[in-house]
């Protein structure tokens, strides 16, 4: 049996294929990354899980493509873990982007590939390798554009009386923004770039109004002007999207590529898809 995950900061897509790669089942955890995440709270989601506890003895290879997984200690951590919980198994272990690259883009061509989901991320592929100009220091300092962005950016202008009342008014109908509720949740409970992101369906949802707009300009923009434009062929060459902003913000997404001059490639919600078929062809 093979597994096949894409893990991002909220949730992992797992499916097994058999070693024709027909598919067996899929199955879903909460999201795996290291950089936030104690071993056993990933052991805890990984033995919660009902398939993937049933079929551990059945794994003889695990490619998993995961948030949080940038450096060789957090990709360590992981695949020893993995390798305890799956005991037949060789584990392979790579950050997140290569999901996406591999769901986007034909080996042999060039193109930048951008994460925008709870998180964010862009890389350069030049056909064979993975290149990237800006190392990632989580979702505090960066993650320009993502989901935790946007849900920062809507609290802070909450609090600081930035936001139009009307729209004001209608998040704090749908969301409990008392300040210790939301304390307790940054600073005392695990995932706080997770929770950030769950603001960010509020941005989505009212992406009409005048303030809204303004918001996702803008911070798309920041996301092309420090992430994208630091290629020398940011203007040469397609550049893809993976997550769930890029998604169900594509339309100003779009925009702001075009006001920029970029090439719009493919905008998909999961990698998961293409990353199966990636690997089914090796098999």
């Not at 061509?109 to 220091?137: M, P, R």
Request: net charge neutral; with cysteine; hydrophobic share 40%.
């Amino acid at each position: 049996m093979i597994l096949i995950v894409d893990s991002g900061a909220t949730k992992s897509d797992w499916i097994a294929l058999d070693d024709n790669g027909k598919h067996l089942f899929l199955t879903q955890t909460l999201g795996l990354s290291p950089e936030v995440l104690t071993r056993p709270v990933i052991e805890d989601r990984l033995a919660n899980n009902f398939e993937l506890s049933k079929n551990k003895d059945k794994v003889s290879k695990l490619y998993f493509y995961g948030a949080g997984c940038g450096t060789q200690r957090m990709q360590n951590l992981l695949k020893d873990i993995f390798t305890s919980f799956f005991p037949n198994a060789q584990a392979e272990v790579k950050e997140d982007t290569y999901a996406a690259i591999y769901a986007t883009t034909n080996l042999g061509d060039q193109s930048i590939v951008c994460i925008l989901g709870t998180g964010s991320n862009c890389s350069y592929f030049d056909g064979e390798k993975l290149h990237q100009k800006v190392a990632s220091l989580g979702y505090i300092p960066m993650d320009d554009g993502s989901g935790n962005f946007f849900g920062r950016k809507l609290i802070r202008d909450y609090y600081f009386n930035k936001m139009p009342k009307d729209l004001a008014d209608k998040f704090a109908s749908e969301y409990n923004l008392e300040a210790d509720v939301i304390k307790e949740n940054l600073y005392k409970q695990p995932n706080p770039n997770t929770y950030l992101a769950t603001f960010a369906r509020f941005i989505v949802e009212n992406k009409e109004h005048h303030y809204c707009k303004g918001v996702i300009e803008k911070g798309f923009q920041q996301f092309i002007n420090n992430y994208i434009m630091q290629f020398e062929l940011a203007t040469k060459v397609p550049i893809s999207f993976v997550g769930s902003i890029a998604f169900y913000l594509q339309d100003e997404l779009r925009k702001a590529l075009h006001r920029n001059d970029l090439v719009v490639g493919k905008i998909l919600q999961k990698p998961i898809e293409g990353l199966v078929k990636f690997h089914q062809a090796s098999i």
